[in-house]
């Protein structure tokens, strides 16, 4: 079945980094795009960048731009967001999403906390 495992996460400090992963399983990673969303609390899940299959085209969400970098290992069926300049309102969980043929798939989200 499908899998998506978030890590990474955890608590940061104003102007810090993190880089998060996902591993995917149970359907050929190297062929679908990637995704990465976010969800603070009262807030709506908001997607923050995407990557193609082939790692080739990227976008991100407007209040990433600049701080933020998707990237994937086909090889090792993971896909990363490295994060910089962190702000307290990127505080969220992040979940990694992939759109199948079969369906939409999500992992459990991993906790991102930016505060001092």
């Known amino acids: 079945q499908v899998q998506l495992v978030e890590s990474g996460g955890g608590l940061v400090q104003p102007g810090g980094s993190l880089r998060l992963s996902c591993a995917a399983s149970g359907f050929t990673f190297s062929t679908y795009a990637m995704s990465w969303y976010r969800q603070a609390p009262g807030k709506e899940r908001e997607l923050v960048a995407t990557i193609a299959s082939t790692g080739s085209f990227t976008t991100y969400g407007d209040s990433v731009k600049g701080r933020f970098t998707i990237s994937r290992d086909n090889a090792k069926n993971t896909v990363y967001l490295q994060m910089s300049s962190l702000k307290p309102e990127d505080t969220a969980v992040y979940y990694c999403?992939?759109?199948?043929?079969?369906?939409?798939?999500w992992g459990q989200g991993t906790q991102v906390t930016v505060s001092s």
């Open positions: 999403k992939v759109n199948l043929f079969r369906g939409t798939y």
